[in-house]
């Protein structure tokens, strides 16, 4: 990152905050992902009512990144909801592969989510993640359905194992972060491009008050060869219709710009 101090440019890290939770039905494998996630290790046996949030810093593309995960536990009522909305930017949806209805429950979620904070540069990240991918002979959900609910909602989509590695996930953990970066880049992005649209606007407003101004200015001049003589001028200097017509190429943009006259 460039900073300008007195006047010099100088490379410097800024440490990027992201807030993830991770949601799902009880007993999909959301400790056991966000232990993976934070440490190498898989561990059996959680408290499956424990809800804890960690701190977590990684280095991600070069940019450092100070994660706070929060784990959630039990119901996932509209209220917790709500309140995992206002805290995170960043949706690890879970289900595991075997268990159907925890798949219908992620797809609710998800939807849930995405109807409070839709997507777009400002928008959530959401992956959808199916879990215990290792126990395959007790599989209730194949690998495409995830995929395709991933794809319909516009989600990223992952299936892992977390009892089996802990490359997989931190795979996972790490294009996540870069989805909330490449999101974050693209808000600022649309947020320039919407400054300058809206420079642009103003400017054509000004030119085109300036074009309407002038071509009253030329009717005043020019009504005695185009209008009678005993037409009253006055009625001529209003942007009534006929003058609209004569600079309309395009109606809205000229209705903006006889309003913007009144104001410049
Ligand atoms: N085989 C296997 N078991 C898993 C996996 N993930 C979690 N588990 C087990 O599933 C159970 C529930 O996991 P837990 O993380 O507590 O689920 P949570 O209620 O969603 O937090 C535990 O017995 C875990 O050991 C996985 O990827 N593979
Ligand atoms: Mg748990």
């Known amino acids: 990152m460039k900073k300008r101090r007195n006047g010099a440019h100088v490379h410097h890290h800024t440490l990027k905050t992201i807030r993830a939770v991770v949601l799902g039905k009880d007993g999909v494998g959301k400790s056991a992902l966000t232990v993976r996630f934070l440490t190498?290790?898989?561990?059996?046996?959680?408290?499956?009512?424990l809800e804890a949030t960690y701190r977590h810093h990684l280095l991600v593309d070069g940019q450092f990144v100070s994660l706070d995960i929060m784990d959630?536990?039990?119901?996932?009522?509209?209220?917790?909801?709500?309140?995992?909305?206002?805290?995170?930017?960043?949706?690890?949806?879970?289900y595991s592969t075997t268990d159907?209805?925890?798949?219908?429950?992620?797809?609710?979620?998800?939807?849930?989510?995405?109807?409070?904070k839709p997507l777009g540069p400002a928008g959530p990240t959401i992956m959808i993640v199916g879990t215990k991918a290792d126990l395959e002979f007790a599989q209730e959900v194949e690998e495409q359905e995830g995929r395709l609910l991933a794809e319909?909602?516009?989600?990223?989509?992952?299936?892992?194992?977390?009892?089996?590695?802990y490359l997989e996930t931190q795979e996972l953990l790490f294009d996540s972060v870069k989805r909330c970066f490449d999101k974050s880049k693209t808000s600022t992005l649309s947020r320039v491009k919407e400054g300058i649209v809206e420079t642009a606007k103003s400017f054509?407003?000004?030119?085109?008050?300036?074009?309407?101004?002038?071509?009253?200015?030329?009717?005043?001049?020019?009504?005695?060869?185009?209008?009678?003589?005993?037409?009253?001028i006055h009625e001529a200097s209003k942007p009534k219709s006929s003058s609209h017509?004569?600079?309309?190429?395009?109606?809205?943009?000229?209705?903006?710009?006889v309003v913007s006259t009144a104001s410049f």
């Open 40 to 49: 190498k290790r898989f561990i059996g046996d959680y408290d499956s009512t």
């Open 72 to 94: 959630t536990a039990g119901k996932n009522s509209t209220e917790k909801m709500q309140m995992c909305m206002s805290f995170a930017e960043l949706f690890f949806v879970v």
């Open 152 to 165: 319909e909602l516009g989600c990223g989509f992952y299936q892992v194992s977390s009892a089996e590695g």
């Open 245 to 257: 017509e004569d600079l309309s190429q395009d109606g809205d943009c000229h209705r903006n710009s």
């Open 204 to 232: 054509r407003k000004r030119s085109l008050g300036h074009e309407v101004a002038k071509a009253q200015r030329e009717r005043l001049q020019l009504r005695p060869r185009s209008f009678s003589d005993a037409d009253p």
């Open 100 to 116: 159907r209805t925890s798949f219908e429950e992620a797809s609710l979620l998800a939807r849930y989510i995405l109807q409070g």
